[in-house]
């Protein structure tokens, strides 16, 4: 019986650990019994009240809104400025780094009050490819669109 060579897997790979890719794109933390959420998923102690982790999983809204951010004119070689990042609040009471989408970085700087607790929604792009051939998928915030 012949062996059928398989093909190599090349799914896509998300760039952080809280990033999950199916069914569809979200992020997950964890969460304390006391209500405490974090995005970091292996947490041995809650800073609220102090118990100790692990603690359980939770899927977090992709909907959220901007508490602050920044127009970015300089970064590494290799990465297109202006961009915005921005920190994204979620209503499970975390919040998220992020690049903001979507919205021209010399309008906002222009109208920048336009930006504070504008609603955003989770979108996500390959931003590249790994060695084994697996795409890269990176997330950031668009304004909602409804
Ligand atoms: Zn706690």
Redesign the pocket.
């Known amino acids: 019986m012949a062996e059928q060579a398989q093909a190599p897997d090349t799914s896509p790979r998300p760039i952080v650990p809280y990033l999950r890719l199916t069914p569809k794109p979200h992020l997950v933390g964890s969460k304390?019994?006391?209500?405490?959420v974090y995005l970091e998923l292996k947490r041995l102690a809650?800073?609220?009240?102090?118990?100790s982790g692990p603690?359980p999983e939770i899927k977090l809204s992709d909907h959220g809104k901007v508490y602050i951010f920044s127009v970015v004119h300089q970064s590494f070689p290799g990465i297109k400025t202006p961009y915005i990042t921005a920190i994204v609040d979620l209503p499970e009471g975390v919040s998220v780094r992020a690049t903001l989408v979507d919205i021209s970085p010399e309008e906002l700087q222009k109208n920048p009050k336009t930006a504070f607790d504008l609603p955003v929604e989770l979108v996500t792009s390959v931003v590249s490819k790994d060695r084994e051939g697996h795409d890269v998928i990176g997330y950031a915030y668009r304004p909602c669109k409804h």
């Open positions: 304390c019994s006391c209500g405490a809650c800073s609220k009240c102090f118990a603690f």
